[in-house]
């Protein structure tokens, strides 16, 4: 980087190291989501409960982790979930029975156009 | 004549709408077509303190829809150039004066009439912005690099698809080089990959915009102004003409001989 950049980098208001436009970009992708689809308030709430008594039959999910979003481009709207799994505690090498568990992607993601 | 209907608006207020309309009337009728600046801020006019026409005001848009008198009798022309007019808002009544039908009727005649009919609307989505679109061939929206004003822009243009608006250009106003730069500010490719609408035109932050407006001059007639020039860029434009964009991000002045020294180059 610059000396002119840091010193442009060092006059922004508010003194973030970060520049704050894609901030801005995936806010507002996000919004227009809601406001193009029409979608209720609360929309992605609702998934996220949904998404989770689904899942939570069939394997150990870790709530809290859960991350839902709207990918927005000129071509496709994407609804991007990262649902982390909690998964058993990896057995030591030493001791126990040998039970390894197959070793699973800690986040999913589905898609819908 | 079979002139141009052209729409300014927004969704959002305060983003330049009335300062467009203004300038890019003035560089349209400097460069010799016969244009018309209308007002549809019913209660909240503007335009004619932006063009420094307050004091010329004897009818307005409202005393032509009603009837009181004829079109030719509100319009005011201007005395700087002979080729531009203006046709002011009511300030005393509310949008509910001039439906979107009446305003239909009174665009046909200001095309039979004019080169450019450029519409100032109000800020909104509600009953003006509907009279304001109804006679329009084309649509200008003005947005700043603001997430604010790019939702509400998004929004309007949905509402112009939904009313089959075909022609909707979009138009960035007050940019401010310095934040592009080091990546404060959306830049003009963020924006048309969120609005994806044909762009019309850049316009600079320019404190001249102030300056201007508090004297009732345009600055599209000023040669030294740099929003002036980008006003004049989007006339000749809406001409035909193809006039490359300003860069947003060259860095001048100082700034860029600094630059250059530290850079080496």
Request: net charge neutral.
């Amino acid at each position: 980087m610059g000396f002119i950049d840091s010193l442009v980098k060092r006059l922004s208001p508010g003194g973030y190291a970060q520049p704050s436009k894609q901030a801005a970009k995936e806010r507002l992708k996000l919004a227009l989501t809601y406001d193009r689809g029409g979608l209720a308030q609360g929309t992605i709430e609702q998934l996220r409960d949904g998404i989770i008594q689904v899942i939570a039959k069939h394997l150990a999910i870790n709530e809290d982790e859960i991350e839902i979003n709207f990918d927005r481009t000129s071509e496709q709207d994407k609804l991007i979930a990262s649902i982390p799994l909690r998964m058993p505690p990896r057995p030591r090498t030493k001791g126990g029975p040998a039970t390894t568990t197959a070793e699973k992607a800690p986040t999913r993601s589905s898609k819908t156009g | 004549m079979a002139g141009r209907v052209i729409t300014v608006t927004s969704g959002k207020g305060g983003v330049g709408k009335t300062t467009f309309s203004a300038n890019v009337s003035a560089a349209l009728a400097e460069l010799g077509k016969k244009a018309v600046a209308v007002d549809t801020d019913v209660g909240l006019r503007n335009l004619d303190i932006v063009m420094g026409l307050e004091n010329r005001i004897v009818y307005d848009l409202v005393d032509v829809v009603e009837g009181r008198c004829r079109l030719q009798k509100a319009v005011i022309r201007d005395k700087r150039i002979a080729t531009l007019h203006m046709l002011p808002a009511a300030q005393t009544r509310d949008k509910s004066a001039v439906s979107p039908d009446a305003m239909a009727k009174i665009c046909a005649e200001l095309r039979s009439q004019f080169d450019f009919t450029i519409i100032d609307s109000p800020a909104g989505i509600e009953g003006g912005f509907h009279s304001a679109i109804a006679g329009a061939d084309e649509v200008v929206i003005v947005t700043t690099p603001h997430v604010s004003a790019i939702r509400d822009a998004d929004r309007v243009i949905g509402l112009l698809e939904a009313a089959e608006k075909q022609q909707i250009f979009l138009v960035v106003n007050r940019v401010q080089a310095a934040m592009v730069r080091r990546g404060d500010m959306l830049d003009i490719p963020d924006i048309l990959d969120i609005l994806a609408i044909e762009l019309l035109g850049i316009i600079p932050e320019d404190e001249f915009i102030v300056v201007s407006s508090n004297r009732g001059e345009l600055a599209a007639l000023h040669a030294t102004s740099s929003a002036g020039q980008a006003y004049k860029n989007i006339a000749r434009r809406l001409l035909g003409e193809d006039v490359p964009l300003m860069p947003v991000d060259a860095e001048k002045g100082l700034l860029k001989w600094l630059a250059r020294l530290f850079k080496g180059h």
